[in-house]
């Protein structure tokens, strides 16, 4: 079946340092989502890539699909405490199932 | 507008007993999603209904694990003879569709089996 990674698992920074979340497909893509749960809640949609090479930005957040549609990146810039919680992608499967990768949980010093 | 509301919000049940979870989506919302989520752990996909139908139950656990929606809106996930691995938060989402629409969850439902 489809297995998706995602790296680091853990990632602690300084407040202001920049932070960067990687996931990897082991299929092709048609559109992946990125989720931030902070802790104790449930988990919010942030942002959807479709195209091959997509960019978007979100105030300090950076999301980036790869060209092959196999890998994106979510990364923020300049840390705030406010960006504690875990980052997950999430991808459509066959017969449109979502499922969503381990997640990266990230812990801000201030 | 309103959205997920799950319930019971927290649930504690003695070992063995069965329990029914209970979701509602987002009215209009044709997609809907459970997920397992344990203590400090990613989210585990059990089922997905299009409408009424579930085009896929491989996530379920055990025949234990059953679940059904009907008239398009409110999930029930059943869980039979509970044991104490199933311990976790159960997730619920729906979307407007299943294809790019994003996934609005629930509050989700704590479940301890002693």
């Known amino acids: 079946g489809q297995q998706v990674m995602q790296i680091p698992q853990y990632q602690h920074v300084q407040e202001g340092e920049d932070f960067t979340t990687y996931c990897n497909s082991s299929?092709?893509?048609?559109?992946i989502q990125w989720y931030k749960q902070r802790p104790g809640g449930h988990p919010v949609f942030l942002i959807q890539?479709?195209?091959?090479?997509e960019v978007k930005k979100q105030k300090r957040l950076t999301f980036q699909f790869g060209e092959a549609k196999k890998n994106s990146s979510l990364h923020i810039t300049a840390t705030q405490t406010t960006d504690v919680g875990t980052y997950f992608c999430?991808?459509?499967?066959?017969?449109?199932?979502?499922?969503f990768g381990p997640g990266t949980s990230l812990s801000v010093i201030p | 507008g309103a959205g997920v509301s799950q319930s019971p919000s927290n649930k504690v049940t003695e070992k063995g007993k069965d329990v029914e979870l209970r979701c509602d989506p987002i009215?209009?919302?044709?997609?809907l999603y459970w997920y397992r989520q344990s203590l400090g752990q990613g989210l585990e996909f059990l089922i997905y209904?299009?409408?009424?139908?579930?085009?896929?139950k491989s996530g379920l656990p055990s025949d234990r694990f059953s679940a059904e929606r009907t008239g398009g809106s409110v999930s029930t996930l059943t869980i039979q003879r509970t044991q104490q691995e199933d311990s976790a938060v159960y997730l619920c989402?729906?979307?407007?569709?299943?294809?790019?629409?994003?996934?609005?969850f629930g509050n989700g439902t704590r479940l301890t089996v002693t």
């Open positions: 999430a991808m459509k499967t066959s017969y449109d199932k979502v499922i």
């Open positions: 009215s209009g919302h044709t997609a």
């Open positions: 890539l479709v195209k091959s090479g």
């Open positions: 209904f299009q409408g009424n139908s579930a085009p896929d």
């Open positions: 299929t092709t893509l048609s559109n």
């Open positions: 989402a729906s979307s407007f569709d299943s294809l790019y629409s994003p996934l609005h």
